[in-house]
T-cell receptor, first 113, second 113 residues
């Protein structure tokens, strides 16, 4: 199974809401990633988890809170977002070694109103 | 920050023609990867070329890497309408890069029947 799944596919939330994005993989990968992508731009790395521990936070605002409950799951908790946070949020996973081709999920299209 | 620059930004060709896109990068790499993204969807890994390799093939794809010029090219032969997508190069700096892929700005390819 080479699939990374993400839920929900679409999310509309107000600036005072709290919501969560979910990502799951069953490839035995020990590295998982969150990216943010704006239209016609490349993905921007937000967080990296390696062996369930946060290894990289790319200076992401605290209104985004990642969580890795186990080696297969990755969550992104959202709170008090701004309209400029509207984007496609992509999850990816990879082996944790030196050659790291990444497998991406289909993304969650987030709109903040 | 982006490591790779891609050229051209956009490419429009007819079915059956070849499509070539180029990627330049700035720092040393462990490997370079190419990804495809259909509109609004997740990225799909196409091919990975290691720093000690000069050319790699996968089906209709041919990738070259010139580490002395810090550049790579992706050739899609006999293009099809289904090849319409954005193509991104991404560099992996190896263990020192802490799991980060640096994506280029991307090339939008449109293949018309």
């Amino acid at each position: 199974d080479t699939e990374v799944t993400q839920t929900p596919k679409h999310l509309v939330m107000g600036m005072t809401n709290k919501k969560s994005l979910k990502c799951e993989q069953h490839m035995g990968h020990r590295a998982m990633y969150w990216y943010k992508q704006k239209a016609k731009k490349p993905p921007e790395l937000m967080f990296v988890y390696s062996y369930e521990k946060l290894s990289i936070n790319e200076s992401v605002p605290s209104r985004f809170s990642p969580e890795c409950p186990n080696s297969s799951l990755l969550n992104l908790h959202l709170h008090a977002l701004q309209p400029e946070d509207s984007a496609l949020y992509l999850c990816a996973s990879s082996q944790a070694g030196s050659v790291r081709e990444q497998y991406f999920g289909p993304g969650t299209r987030l709109t903040v109103t | 920050s982006q490591q790779g620059e891609e050229d051209p930004q956009a490419l429009s060709i007819q079915e059956g023609e070849n499509a070539t896109m180029n990627c330049s990068y700035k720092t040393s790499i462990n490997n370079l990867q190419w990804y495809r993204q259909n509109s609004g969807r997740g990225l799909v890994h196409l091919i990975l070329i290691r720093s000690n390799e000069r050319e790699k093939h996968s089906g209709r794809l041919r990738v070259t890497l010139d580490t002395s010029k810090k550049s790579s090219s992706l050739l899609i032969t006999a293009s099809r309408a289904a090849d319409t997508a954005s193509y991104f190069c991404a560099t992996d700096g190896g263990l020192d890069s802490w799991g980060k892929l640096q994506f280029g700005a991307g090339t939008q390819v449109v293949v018309t029947p």
